[in-house]
């Protein structure tokens, strides 16, 4: 499975928009970019998952390059809530047979 | 349906007994996921089912880790002789396998706690 490289942290104010971005040199073509949301004390939540181009739903939208060597989580104008670890995870489609999580993005939003 | 169950929330036990963990999928997930998470870490595959068949153990997954899934429903993961390093968060997430990637659905986890 490819590497993903993403920052540790992350600060930001409520109201503006957050960018996170994560590497994957290794990508695989048969590879999609999903990421993950974890609040302290909870199971990992999805969030948004693309092979290429940006894919946008109700919560976030993601960007990923032609190359695909690097995708960016975009979240809207975050509030306080959205304080938690966000993880950048690639894997094999088709088969989804498990995630490879990294240490992910520790995002601390504040007033 | 509520989602992933996860029974207990919370464990405490004494290094050298034996612990059980139960998950409950979603209903029609045929996929079931086992991870450890310690703190500061993103959570490590231990092992999945595909309905009762468990396809892929992880490393991780000791001769005292051994986890079942009869009849393709609820899973049980049970630590044999528990050690202090044992001490962790245990997620089990489900999913529908359908041809592609698809979101794997996670419960709130197991907090286990070796004195």
């Known amino acids: 499975l490819a590497k993903t490289t993403q920052p540790i942290s992350m600060d930001s104010y409520e109201g503006q928009e957050v960018n996170i971005t994560c590497s994957h040199n290794?990508?695989?073509?048969?590879?999609?970019i999903t990421w993950y949301q974890q609040f302290p004390s909870q199971g990992p939540r999805f969030i948004i998952q693309?092979?290429?181009t940006k894919v946008t739903n109700e919560v976030a939208s993601l960007f990923i390059p032609a190359d695909r060597k690097s995708s960016t989580l975009s979240l809207p104008r975050v509030s306080l809530s959205d304080t938690a670890v966000y993880y950048c995870?690639?894997?094999?489609?088709?088969?989804?047979?498990?995630?490879?999580f990294g240490t992910g993005t520790r995002l601390q939003v504040t007033l | 349906d509520t989602g992933v169950s996860q029974d207990p929330r919370h464990k405490i036990t004494k290094r050298g007994q034996n612990v059980t963990f139960r998950c409950d999928p979603i209903?029609?997930?045929?996929?079931l996921y086992w991870y450890r998470q310690t703190l500061g870490q993103g959570p490590e595959f231990l092992t999945y089912?595909?309905?009762?068949?468990?396809?892929?153990k992880s490393r991780l997954l000791s001769d005292r880790f051994s986890a079942e899934r009869p009849k393709g429903s609820f899973s049980t993961l049970e630590i044999q002789r528990t050690e202090q390093g044992d001490s962790a968060m245990y997620l089990c997430?489900?999913?529908?396998?359908?041809?592609?990637?698809?979101?794997?659905?996670f419960g709130q986890g197991t907090r286990l706690t070796v004195v």
């Open positions: 997430a489900s999913s529908l396998e359908h041809g592609k990637n698809t979101e794997a659905f």
């Open positions: 290794n990508i695989a073509t048969n590879d999609y």
């Open positions: 693309g092979y290429k």
């Open positions: 995870l690639v894997g094999d489609s088709g088969t989804a047979s498990k995630l490879t």
């Open positions: 209903s029609e997930h045929n996929r």
């Open positions: 089912f595909q309905n009762e068949a468990q396809l892929e």
